[in-house]
């Protein structure tokens, strides 16, 4: 079991910014690929960002690039998003995945074996 605890979600206006984290206790946290999906009202579970274990590979979705910037500190075992220039359509719950064996296409959901509870994110128009 790798525990994942989310936080820093809020409700913000459109423009403005929010930071997200994802904290664990794994002691093996940095051997991890980690992602960050959302989950918009009567939609499912899409893909926001994903860092690598060394943070050698960073990924966006086209409609936050610019915007939203992933990062980790291995030594707090805890991942961020930062998310600037939020827009309505940014209102989700989003969750961090961890995908522990670096299997499947870290763009799906179903390639991530553990997940935090989520943190609701709405921005106001």
């Known amino acids: 079991q790798v525990p994942l605890v989310e936080s820093g979600g809020g409700v913000v206006q459109a423009g403005g910014s929010l930071l997200l984290s994802c904290a664990t206790s794994g002691r093996t946290f940095s051997t991890m690929d980690v992602g960050w999906f959302r989950q918009p009202p009567g939609k499912g579970r899409e893909f926001v960002s994903v860092?690598?274990?060394?943070?050698?590979?960073?990924r966006y979705r086209d409609s936050v690039k610019g915007r939203f910037t992933i990062s980790r500190d291995n030594a707090k075992t805890t991942v961020f998003l930062q998310m600037n220039s939020l827009k309505p359509e940014d209102t989700a719950v989003y969750y961090c995945g961890v995908n522990v064996n670096r299997s499947g296409n870290l763009f799906s959901a179903g390639s991530y074996d553990y997940w935090g509870q989520g943190t609701q994110v709405t921005v106001s128009s």
């Open positions: 860092i690598t274990r060394t943070s050698e590979l960073t």
